[in-house]
């Protein structure tokens, strides 16, 4: 079993379903990732400050502070983070518009757990050479 310390990255999971989060929680840590729950857009703000992930996978649709206003945040914030949009609305028009907006990548719900973790490894092959140099 890998321990937190040396675990393949930090996942935050930004999620107001659930059952789906603890599904994506449980399948990332069986692959060796750390993950990090949250509910809520602001509760993912406020996890993304206090524990660094070095994923976030993010909901488009939420109650309160929705996806997209998450992601622009986070762009603000923090733009190294790789940021994967999910949404069970399939709108090739949104996914299009969220990487316009700097998501690293947009799945569609119902997930394929195989593509995510595929996904979630191009993340962080992605940006691990450019996540500390703040100059080119």
């Known amino acids: 079993m890998v321990g937190v310390d040396a675990s393949l990255g ?3 999971i930004v999620d107001d379903d659930v059952p789906l989060a603890e599904l994506l929680s449980g399948s990332l840590t069986d692959q060796g990732y750390e993950t990090i729950l949250a509910h809520h857009g602001a509760d993912g ?3 993304a400050e206090v524990e660094r992930p070095d ?4 909901d ?9 206003e998450v992601l622009q945040q ?10 994967i949009m999910i949404s069970g609305l ?14 690293f990548d947009y799945l569609s719900k119902p997930l394929d757990l ?8 191009a993340a962080l092959g992605a940006k691990r ?3 500390h140099s703040a100059t080119a």
């Open 10 to 12: 930090r996942i935050l």
């Open 45 to 47: 703000l406020m996890l």
């Open 55 to 58: 994923v976030v996978l993010l």
């Open 60 to 68: 488009v649709r939420m109650p309160g502070l929705n996806g997209v």
């Open 74 to 83: 986070m762009r603000t914030r923090w733009p190294y983070l790789a940021v």
């Open 90 to 103: 399939g709108d090739t028009e949104l996914a299009r518009a969220m990487l316009r907006r700097g998501a």
């Open 114 to 121: 195989e593509h995510l973790h595929r996904c979630v490894a």
């Open 129 to 131: 050479p450019t996540r």
